[in-house]
C-alpha cells in the first residue's frame, strides 16, 4: 500500500477506522485536530465526542456490517441505480 494514501474500514458493530495520512475537516472547511495517524470515526451516532468514536455503539447495541451495504430502498445483490455511487 502507498504510504500518501488513508484507508477507512467499517468495523462490524462499530466504527470507521481511518489509518494513513488524511485530513478531517468541519462544515466550513475548519480543520479538526486528529493528533493521530490512526483514528476512530463514530458511526451510530451517539458518540460524546463526535466525530470521533468513544465507544457508545457498545452501550446502545449498535448494529451494522463491516461490508458493502447497498443504498435505502435497494436490495443486497441487485444491480446499483444510475448515478450510484455518486460521483466526486
Known amino acids: 500500500m502507498d504510504d500518501d494514501r488513508a484507508t477507512i474500514t467499517p468495523y462490524r458493530d462499530g466504527p470507521y477506522v481511518v489509518r494513513g495520512r488524511f485530513e478531517i475537516l468541519d462544515q466550513d472547511g475548519e480543520?479538526?485536530?486528529a493528533?493521530?495517524?490512526t483514528i476512530a470515526l463514530c458511526r451510530c451516532g451517539?458518540?460524546?465526542i463526535k466525530p470521533f468514536c468513544d465507544?457508545?455503539?457498545k452501550a446502545i447495541?449498535?448494529?451494522a456490517p463491516s461490508g458493502e451495504q447497498p443504498p435505502p430502498g435497494r436490495a443486497a445483490g441487485a444491480a446499483p441505480a444510475a448515478g450510484w455511487p455518486p460521483a466526486e
Request: hydrophobic share 20%; proline share 0%.
Open 31 to 33: 480543520v479538526i485536530d
Open 35 to 37: 493528533r493521530r495517524e
Open 46 to 48: 451517539r458518540s460524546r
Open 55 to 57: 465507544g457508545s455503539h
Open 61 to 63: 447495541g449498535f448494529r
